[in-house]
DNA sequence: GACTTTATACCAACCGGTTGGTATGTGCTG
DNA sequence: CAGCACATACCAACCGGTTGGTATAAAGTC
């Protein structure tokens, strides 16, 4: 069996998530990453050029990670586009319930929000997580509203992306209160948003 | 005269916002702060005990500082609170206009995001500021409500944090982007939202 | 198929610079 | 001359990164 990346690597890039939705990209230091991964710090520097290296392979490992975890979501198999849009939105509210805050909050929104001045590199590779997933939900949202807004005037991409906004923003508060309720508070307009959004489209 | 804090300590959590907006609080080094303020090191632990205090400091002064300029902003003049809201919205967008992503995003999202686990503290001051931000639109939204929907199922307070959560999800987006358009197209989403939530609530 | 070469995968020890923080000195004010 | 408001000098710990090295295995050579 061959699963193409090597153990070590694998194990450094767990350990990174882990740590760095805990503490943050800078707090998080390479010999803390390299215990926590059970690992040496000359395999770390083996596998990945520096710690901004490591950052961008651990938004991909992210992306791949997260990716797979929606694409076999159930609400991807409901017929009626609308329904799977209502479904992701629960499904992003469902994530949330019995973990903690640095078990369901997002690495990208994280580290972009302490990189996005200093590391051009990070801030792009979370740039292009962030918004490939953003792409995916606007593929639900334009058949949504080709099948039931077409004549709306918002477009599927300004609202794929403003569930992320709110979605990334209810994190914010969560760790402000200490308290996951307060972002499925938040996901909850949201839903209301979008039912709104096309219960008005039908009234037109 | 006597402005009550001295202007060494002003200058310090001057350079503190801005450098903490840009790089974050734990990429910034005390150091750093005090070169940028013009003050040497021995007046830093002068006035804070530590770089955990000069946090909760900044948390207090950026509350304060914000807290004016949304008093002294002109939406707070509208007669019917609805219009207040909008005005409010509107003013969130317009802010963002001509302004780079470090002079107009939240310290406070910032800093929480990084030291909500780490620092009890720091979190805990970062939730004051914000949720007494949430708390000053949550009036406006209970008078707007009483007037225009006093049988919505929503409540003042969790659409107050809504917006909140909106605001500091736009952020995140912008800086992922490195572009401030994309905030103000999930604002505008946010005032739509408002505008539906309080037009359907009229029609019930 | 024995022998050499080269590349890979790691490791422990170490490096210069920076970190948050302290100890001590100094000038100014009442 | 007492005390506050700073300035200077310094420190141990930690930071990201480098060093010189070893064990293993694949690849080339005759």
């Given at each position: 069996?061959?699963?193409?990346?090597?153990?070590?690597?694998?194990?450094?890039?767990?350990?990174?998530?882990?740590?760095?939705?805990?503490?943050?990209?800078?707090?998080?230091?390479?010999?803390?990453?390299?215990?926590?991964?059970?690992v040496t710090k000359g395999a770390f520097f083996h596998?990945?050029?520096?710690?901004?290296?490591?950052?961008?392979?651990?938004?991909?490992?992210?992306?791949?990670?997260?990716?797979?975890?929606?694409?076999?979501?159930?609400?991807?198999?409901?017929?009626?586009?609308?329904?799977?849009?209502?479904?992701?939105?629960?499904?992003?509210?469902?994530?949330?319930?019995?973990?903690?805050?640095?078990?369901?909050?997002?690495?990208?929104?994280?580290?972009?929000?302490?990189?996005?001045?200093?590391?051009?590199?990070?801030?792009?590779?979370?740039?292009?997580?962030?918004?490939?997933?953003?792409?995916?939900?606007?593929?639900?949202?334009?058949?949504?509203?080709?099948?039931?807004?077409?004549?709306?005037?918002?477009?599927?991409?300004?609202?794929?992306?403003?569930?992320?906004?709110?979605?990334?923003?209810?994190?914010?508060?969560?760790?402000?209160?200490?308290?996951?309720?307060?972002?499925?508070?938040?996901?909850?307009?949201?839903?209301?948003?979008?039912?709104?959004?096309?219960?008005?489209?039908?009234?037109?």
């Open positions: 069996m061959d699963t193409g990346t090597p153990l070590v690597k694998t194990k450094l890039l767990g350990a990174a998530l882990a740590l760095v939705r805990q503490n943050g990209f800078n707090a998080t230091s390479i010999d803390e990453l390299c215990r926590a991964a059970g596998y990945f050029s520096s710690k901004e290296a490591l950052a961008v392979s651990a938004t991909q490992f992210w992306t791949e990670m997260t990716g797979q975890v929606f694409a076999q979501a159930e609400y991807n198999l409901f017929e009626d586009p609308l329904d799977q849009l209502i479904g992701y939105i629960d499904f992003r509210a469902q994530i949330l319930q019995g973990r903690s805050l640095a078990e369901c909050t997002c690495l990208l929104g994280t580290m972009v929000q302490e990189k996005y001045d200093s590391s051009s590199l990070i801030r792009e590779a979370c740039a292009i997580g962030i918004f490939k997933h953003a792409d995916d939900v606007e593929k639900i949202i334009r058949a949504a509203k080709a099948k039931h807004a077409p004549l709306a005037s918002w477009t599927s991409e300004s609202l794929a992306l403003h569930t992320q906004a709110v979605i990334q923003g209810a994190f914010i508060l969560a760790k402000a209160k200490n308290d996951v309720a307060v972002a499925a508070d938040s996901i909850r307009h949201l839903r209301r948003y979008i039912e709104l959004l096309f219960h008005h489209a039908r009234e037109d």
